[in-house]
């Protein structure tokens, strides 16, 4: 069964400090990778996706995201945390000859001044 | 250009009550989906279509029903309500099956039922 696993529910960091978020899959193939923020109380938003092409992928407010596919990650990264970034972030994977975006458990980011 | 609309925004429904989530597009997306979102699950799949006329199940279709008569509206049908189905439930839509152009998310229904 496809499954997607993120490996943090909750990570508290300072302002200014580096971010990485793990998020792995179970599918075989070819996979459409992406990455959501939900700030709260909102829906969610896009920051980034993967399709083909360079592993490493830049998305918006200074997210990125590296696909390693010998290791079935799809890792978001941000050199330097701020406030604003609090909210919680969702990997989703589409792939395995499958019509479907299935999501992972999210992270829960809190950021502190 | 009004997006992924859903309503109602709030509902509490009594357990064995039916009623319809709805849910519009209108961006002539092909791909439309619900999800339903509880705490420290993320989101889970219940239902999808490829467009109108097609539907398929996803990670959690049971107890839900949905049709997809026109491009525009995919809503989603309760149809005797259950505590467990207390939740927030997401319509979202893609241009295209494949997703190249991501997905855009409603603002989401939150359901309670007592």
């Known amino acids: 069964a496809q499954s997607v696993s993120q490996h943090n529910h909750h990570v508290i960091l300072s302002e200014a400090a580096s971010l990485e978020l793990g998020c792995n899959y179970s599918?075989?193939?070819?996979?459409?990778l992406f990455w959501y923020v939900q700030y709260p109380g909102q829906h969610l938003q896009l920051l980034l996706k993967?399709?083909?092409?360079?592993?490493l992928v830049k998305g918006i407010k200074g997210f990125e995201a590296e696909f390693i596919k010998s290791k079935f990650s799809f890792n978001l990264r941000k050199p330097s945390v701020q406030w604003s970034d609090t909210a919680e972030y969702f990997c989703a994977v589409k792939g395995g000859g499958y019509n479907k975006l299935i999501f992972g458990a999210g992270t829960r980011l809190a950021v502190h001044p | 250009n009004a997006g992924v609309t859903q309503t109602p925004k709030f509902q509490v429904l009594k357990t064995g009550q039916s009623m319809t989530l709805q849910c519009a597009q209108d961006?002539?997306?092909?791909?439309m989906s619900w999800y339903r979102q509880d705490p420290g699950m993320g989101l889970r799949l219940i239902h999808y279509?490829?467009?109108?006329?097609?539907?398929d199940q996803g990670e959690v279709p049971n107890g839900y029903n949905v049709s997809r008569s026109t491009t525009e509206d995919f809503p989603l049908r309760l149809l005797s309500a259950a505590p467990s189905q207390t939740s927030v439930y997401f319509c979202?839509?893609?241009?295209?099956?494949?997703?190249?152009?991501?997905?855009?998310f409603g603002s989401g229904t939150r359901l309670t039922v007592v």
């Open positions: 279509s490829v467009g109108a006329g097609i539907t």
């Open positions: 993967y399709f083909s092409g360079d592993p």
């Open positions: 979202a839509s893609s241009p295209t099956t494949e997703g190249a152009l991501g997905y855009t």
């Open positions: 599918y075989g193939g070819t996979v459409n």
């Open positions: 961006m002539n997306h092909e791909y």
